[in-house]
């Protein structure tokens, strides 16, 4: 026999007050209820009666755990009131004490429990000489070229928890995921990938609204310290021009001893023709230092290398 029901199968399970004991079994489905009967005999009536003595020892509690749940809900909303009620006498009896005895509340408090204001993040930008007819040229800010590593260095990051990112890819389509953090990011500046400055296309090239270069980058393939040398003077002799003073390589390291690379890329740096000093690493990947334009030793150029483990 199967019965619908509703409501929540799980209170057939429970014992009801009062409770009466049947031993006849019934399965109970999410919303059906049904139990089977034996027969010997080809006897209408005996069915009937059976069937009827087996739904009233079925559902025998159903009445009993009903009215049991509908007294429980009436009195939930008191319970939950009173339990609250107590809870305030406390809080309330104890401000009273530390009033009573001068104790003030922290001032701090309101700050634990209240969210902080969400502030718009400043973001730098380039300067433009206030005097233009002395400085009509636009220069990148030490604040913004900071601030264009930062965004470098943590995009690079993310990307090496991220395998998918860069395995399989090249130089040109690693350069457009750094680049689509910089695109956008910055006040009157425009981002752009294998852009033809001086005599070749660099990689990455921020310029400001009026076509001035502020920031001009390249991405390699870490492949040894010729490599190395090469995308310098790649960089330095082909892509900079006396106005640019902020410059960087990216370098995408395939070798697991990642520590050696680095610390290799440190010393073989001050061996280049246009080293001139090291400066304070941002971090232990982030390097720095001051270099100078071919045929110009008086014209510093801000050059930063950042290093990534790309397995």
């Known amino acids: 026999m199967l019965y619908n029901f509703r409501g929540s199968a799980g209170l057939f399970q429970v014992k ?8 006849y079994p019934i399965n109970v489905g999410s919303d059906t209820v049904s139990f089977e009967l034996k027969m010997v005999r080809k006897d209408a009536d005996e069915f009937k009666r059976k069937k009827d003595e087996a739904f009233r020892e079925s559902f025998a509690n159903v009445a009993n755990i009903n009215k049991n749940v509908t007294e429980w809900n009436q009195a939930l909303p008191q319970l939950v009131n009173g339990i609250l009620d107590t809870r ?5 009896a104890e401000n009273d004490f530390f ?36 400085s009509p040229v636009p220069t990148m800010s030490d604040e913004m070229y900071e601030d264009v590593l930062k965004v470098l260095s943590q995009a690079g990051r993310a990307m090496e928890r991220k395998p998918s990112l860069y395995r399989g890819k090249e130089e040109e389509d690693l350069r457009d995921q750094f680049l689509l953090f910089l695109e956008t990011r910055y006040v009157a500046t425009t981002g752009t990938g294998e852009t033809f400055n001086k005599a070749g296309k660099t990689d ?30 790649q960089l330095f002799d082909r892509y900079l021009t006396w106005r640019d003073s902020k ?53 510093v150029v801000r050059f930063a290398t950042l290093l990534f483990t790309f397995l």
């Not at 290799?264 to 400066?279: G, M, Q, T, W």
Request: with cysteine; charged share 30%.
């Open 16 to 23: 009801s007050n009062p409770w009466t004991v049947t031993s």
């Open 88 to 92: 305030k006498k406390y809080f309330a």
């Open 204 to 233: 990455i090239l921020l310029k400001f609204e009026d076509g001035t270069n502020l920031f001009v980058a390249e991405c390699k393939w870490w492949k040894g310290e010729a490599e190395f040398h090469a995308a310098i003077k």
């Open 99 to 134: 009033a009573a005895i001068n104790v003030a509340p922290d001032p701090r408090t309101s700050e634990i429990f209240t969210a902080p204001t969400i502030k718009r993040r400043v973001i730098p930008r380039p300067e433009v000489s206030p005097q233009k007819q002395f």
């Open 247 to 299: 410059a960087a390589l990216l370098l995408f390291v395939r070798n697991k001893d990642f520590t050696a690379v680095v610390e290799k890329v440190r010393a073989d740096a001050e061996k280049s023709p246009y080293f001139i000093r090291r400066a304070t690493d941002r971090d232990e990947t982030s390097l720095a230092f001051d270099f100078h334009l071919p045929g110009d030793e008086k014209r």
